[in-house]
Structures are given as C-alpha cells and as structure tokens.
C-alpha cells in the first residue's frame, strides 16, 4: 500500500506557490521571478513537484528544478551539458557530463533575455530528442 502523502491531490504549480510564499525573503522573490521567466519563455511548460518537494518545470522532459537553499536559488538543467550557454549563465555543477545548474545569490540579477534563450535552447534539445526514432537493440 502507498504511503499517504500530505501533497496528494495537490496541483503542483499550488505546491510550488506554496514554496514560494513559505520562502517569504530573497529566496522566495527570486524563484517566484525564475518561474515567471520560464513560463514567459514557455506558455506550454509543464511545472512538477517531485522527489519529496522539489519544482520541476517540463516540456518533453525536464527542463529545470528550482531548489532553495540557505545562500542560493539553484536551477539545475537536466541536459544542460548539452547547452550552449553564451551568456554563461551556469555557475555551478560544471564538471558533469550532463546537468549543469545557476546559483543565484541575494542581490543578483539574471538577464531575463538570455535566461529565457536559455529555457528555449533546453525545449529545442528536449524536442529534438524526442522525435529522434529509437533504435531497436
């Protein structure tokens, strides 16, 4: 039998409000402003709550998780090995071979042009690897 959770049956984007409004310092406006650049970025994004709290936004895979903690917002790319990051918006987890994510510190503030680009490159990657046919071993 499952084990009741006490977030069952909530929408996630409820969930990740929830997040947001419980933050209620840096932290919270920060993320609350990220998720509203995702969203500008991608109307059809697809925001999840997964692995016992953590916002996660969609579209044909991951995209990215929103994650706080004392000192940062962190956004970790699923694919963001894979990105061109111009802007060189990633900061942080640089040394794998798949994810790649931006810490933001109280008082900075990330270019919403580029930050956007970015969640579109990560949709475009998402996509394309969607419509590749698998092939049978």
């Known amino acids: 039998m499952k084990k009741p959770d006490s ?13 947001i409004a419980d933050l209620a310092d840096w932290r919270g406006q920060t993320l609350g402003r990220m ?22 936004w969609s579209h044909d895979g991951i995209l990215c998780t929103g994650e706080s903690y004392k000192s940062v917002v962190k956004l970790t790319f699923a694919k963001g090995a894979s990105l061109d990051d111009p802007a060189r918006l990633f900061n942080s987890s640089l040394d794998g071979n798949t994810r790649r994510a931006m810490d933001i510190r109280e008082g900075e503030v990330v270019d919403a042009a580029e930050f956007k680009a970015l969640i579109r490159a990560a949709i475009a990657l998402n996509t ?10």
Not at 8 to 15: K, R, T
């Open 7 to 19: 977030t069952e049956g909530l929408l996630a984007s409820a969930l990740i409000d929830q997040r």
């Open 35 to 56: 998720r509203k650049l995702i969203q500008e970025a991608d109307p059809e994004v697809v925001e999840e709550w997964k692995w016992m709290g953590t916002p996660v």
């Open 128 to 137: 394309a690897a969607k419509a590749k046919p698998r092939r049978a071993k």
